[in-house]
């Protein structure tokens, strides 16, 4: 839901330019553009190759939001308690 937002408030407020498709690979790789999204508007065969392009272009994977850390962290807790 996260990503559609952004991507509307992104077209609403472009300069005309579409930098996703100028640079799907820096997209993906700045949390703005799905997996499955790189991986068409890159024509890559699968998530292997998209990993290959990113390490190819010294860029990183995208890092999940902060709250869905926060809850992985608070899930994991919980699991270790009852453990």
């Known amino acids: 839901m996260t990503a559609i937002v952004r991507e509307h408030l992104e077209a ?5 330019t579409d930098r996703i498709t100028d640079d799907p690979l820096l997209a ?7 997996r499955n999204e790189a991986i068409r ?12 392009a990113l390490g190819d272009a010294d860029l990183p994977l ?3 939001p902060t709250h869905d850390v926060e809850n992985q962290a608070v899930t994991f807790a919980k699991l270790w308690k009852q453990s």
Request: charge should be negative; proline fraction near 7%; charged fraction near 20%.
């Open 62 to 64: 995208p890092q999940p």
């Open 12 to 16: 609403v407020t472009s300069d005309g």
């Open 41 to 52: 508007l890159l024509g890559l065969r699968d998530y292997a190759e998209l990993l290959v």
């Open 28 to 34: 993906y790789s700045q949390g703005r553009l799905a």
